[in-house]
T-cell receptor
């Protein structure tokens, strides 16, 4: 089955710096790649997602890139702010509806001011 | 606003007890999911359902079963609770066809289950 590896497990940056989180997946049939953010004590929330027919997607300070050949995708956060501090999860899905997600183990991002 | 609710925020049960975790969503979503979340292990899919009375195994179904008798309600059952099932359990729901290529899952607040 699908396996998703996520790195790094922890990431500390200064406010204003950029942060990059990387994920690799094992099954080339995967076609949907969302990223979820979970603040302390709260539920995960979708922040951005990308389908396999798109190489890059941006939404303000966040962007996701996908390299299908290498089977990896990355989350980029620019101009980080303290409120970006959270656990970030990548995920991959193989089914046609993009529903059954396999998540990475998460990256704890700390942004210090 | 999508609302996914779970029956309990905290639950303490004894080893061997039968445990029911309930999840309800109010947005007429077809898909519902149960995950467990453990530190350092991320979110692991236990079971999911595409429709009423339908269920599919996720990555870690052993020791669990599910029930979906109504579209809005998805129950997770621990037939005989064990200490290694102590965890945070998260329910989620989503539309089966998504919107604009996105299949966003909306999560409930979680149930922290302790089995002693």
């Amino acid at each position: 089955g699908e396996n998703v590896e996520q790195h790094p497990s922890t990431l500390s940056v200064q406010e204003g710096d950029s942060a990059v989180i990387k994920c690799t997946y094992s099954d080339s049939a995967s076609n949907y790649f969302p990223w979820y953010k979970q603040e302390l004590g709260k539920r995960p929330q979708l922040i951005i997602d990308i389908r396999s027919n798109v190489g890059e997607k941006k939404d303000q300070r966040i962007a996701v890139t996908l390299n299908k050949t290498a089977k990896h995708f990355s989350l980029h956060i620019t101009e980080t702010q303290p409120e970006d501090s959270a656990v970030y999860f990548c995920a991959a899905s193989m089914d046609q509806a993009g529903t059954a997600l396999i998540f990475g183990k998460g990256t704890t991002l700390s942004v210090s001011s | 606003d999508v609302k996914v609710t779970q029956s309990s925020r905290y639950l303490v049960k004894r080893t061997g007890e039968k445990v029911f975790l309930e999840c309800v969503q109010d947005m007429d979503h077809e898909n519902m999911f149960w995950y467990r979340q453990d530190p350092g292990l991320g979110l692991r899919l236990i079971y999911f359902s595409y429709d009423v009375k339908m269920k599919e195994k996720g990555d870690i179904p052993e020791g669990y079963s599910v029930s979906r008798e109504k579209k809005e309600r998805f129950s997770l059952i621990l037939e005989s609770a064990s200490t290694n099932q102590t965890s945070m359990y998260l329910c989620a729901s989503s539309l089966i066809y998504g919107t604009s290529g996105s299949y966003e899952q909306y999560f409930g607040p979680g149930t922290r289950l302790t089995v002693t």
